[in-house]
């Protein structure tokens, strides 16, 4: 045997009474709540005699198709003149790089 002293054991039961309270107290809660929403809606509480309007009006978004020519991502230009560096064009430079994978 061990030289440590046994640990208790807590019986299985659980008592009901303070189950049953708080079963009691929520459905008390529930009622309660629904009683004052019954007695809101005979009184015409929550409704407003003023109009909201419309709201904001919703303005789609709208897609670009293409890069035009101007747009700087599509055009060559001089990077460093002195030294002969051109950036490319983002479809020139995306079919030079796939070209050099094997």
Do not use: N, Q
């Amino acid at each position: 045997m061990s030289s440590f002293t046994p640990i208790p054991e807590a019986p299985d039961a659980v008592r009901g009474r303070p189950i049953a309270w708080a079963l009691a107290g929520t459905i008390a809660a529930i009622l309660a709540c629904a009683g004052l929403v019954a007695a809101m809606r005979a009184s015409g509480g929550g409704a407003s005699a003023i109009d909201p309007g419309p709201g904001p009006r919703a303005v789609p978004f709208t897609m670009i198709d293409e890069v035009g020519p101007t747009d700087p991502i599509d055009r060559w230009s001089w990077a460093d003149r002195a030294h002969t560096i051109v950036r490319v064009p983002a479809s020139v430079a995306i079919d030079r790089y796939l070209a050099r994978k094997p």
